[in-house]
């Protein structure tokens, strides 16, 4: 009883710093709602910069669909790299204008730098003759680990992944650049350019004639990553001009958070009241293992600065719906079992037993969907995704584990009245 009593008192400590954790992370609710750059909102909820770009060339007739298809790929991979999926960029139909909203940035330099690329990728040797262009790379990603045999220890690096009419000219072109007297001269290196800008330099002291080549350089994270994102987001088919750039306020209002947050709230204490009330003591313990789920949620929420819109809040909502369900579908087993007449401590085993199947079918199945919508959906439908697709998560790790635990204390204490489990 006493070991139990422990587990119970250590558990409800637990879950009060996780949820102390979470409300200092996203910060007082009104007014701020969320403390700035501790969750990124969408542009439904926090507006942001407006861009607007043109193919710069001389004969917009020869500017093609497929062209102007590729640039709004391409800029929505750069603003993904960099962490912006609720960025929106779509193409108006005059001239080939390309428009692209970025949420949460008011400032006009650091959404031009955020995009930045809106010239040509290109890589040249010491001569400036150009070696290969953005065309010529497959991808490129950050790793991190030992190089060659003879390093010493692991290390960030940048994969680059060529395609095969490039593996000839790259090989062409660094045999020329290791050769000994370019060493010597210090003229032994292949520069990326990035809108005739050098993004990189990095020295060659052989020939590489395979498809897959390395880039080192003391990279931290950050810069691995960046050089990676830099590399990997292609080749515009044309430069852009910028046209226009403004700021702009939040599309559903600057109380629409406030708003979705204060119903969500209404609507989770009303949940709340009416499990208590159904299932008594089993539903007090799903609401204290629903305190725990939202606080591990906003955590990470937090932790891995997801960007929230007003459809991300709605997934985040619905993730909580199936938490309870869960824990409706675990306390309805634990009653069925207690009708039968078996004691208290066998039927919160065999109810927990009973409904893993059930609970692992349903949120398996939303899972399935919210991958689906993540992968193939842009901008709000990807973060209503990916908000989702965290809360199932959690729920699945809240009910199955977190629910079972503080049960299971709470009957090993000696609660053992039919009456407070809703029979």
Known sequence: MAKNLVKLICALLAITLLSYVALCGIGKFFPGVFEEGA??????????????YQPDVEDMSKVTDAELDTVVSIMTRRLSNAGYTEATISQLKDDG????????????????DLLGNIGQLIFIDSSANVVLTG????????????????????????????????????????????????IKDGKNFIMILLDNEVVSMPYVNEKLS??????????????ATYLASVIS???LPFSLKELRADTVGPTLGEKALETAIFAGAIGIILVM???TLVYRLPGLVSC???????????IILVAFKVNLSLPGIAGIILSIGMAVDANVIINERIKEELRLGKGTLSSVKAGFSRAFTSIIDSNVTTVIAALVLWYFGTGTVQGFAITLFIGIIVSMISSIFITRFIMNAVVGIGIKNSKLYGI
């Open 288 to 298: 204290i293992a629903l305190v725990a789920y939202m606080a591990i949620e906003a």
């Open 233 to 235: 987001s292609g080749q």
């Open 39 to 52: 969750i990124r909102k969408g542009l439904d909820l926090a507006g942001g910069t407006l861009l607007v």
């Open 97 to 112: 204008k390309i428009q692209i909203e970025i949420p949460e940035v008011k400032n006009l330099g650091e959404a031009r």
């Open 210 to 223: 395979t498809d897959e080549v390395i880039i080192t350089g003391n990279f931290d994270k950050e810069g």
């Open 135 to 182: 065309s010529d790379i497959k991808g490129a990603t950050m790793q991190y680990g030992q190089v060659s045999e003879n390093s010493l220890s692991p290390e960030y690096f940048v994969s680059v992944s060529l395609k095969s009419s490039a593996v000839k000219k790259f090989a062409d072109a660094t045999e020329k650049a290791a050769t000994a007297e370019n």
């Open 273 to 275: 009241l009416f499990i």
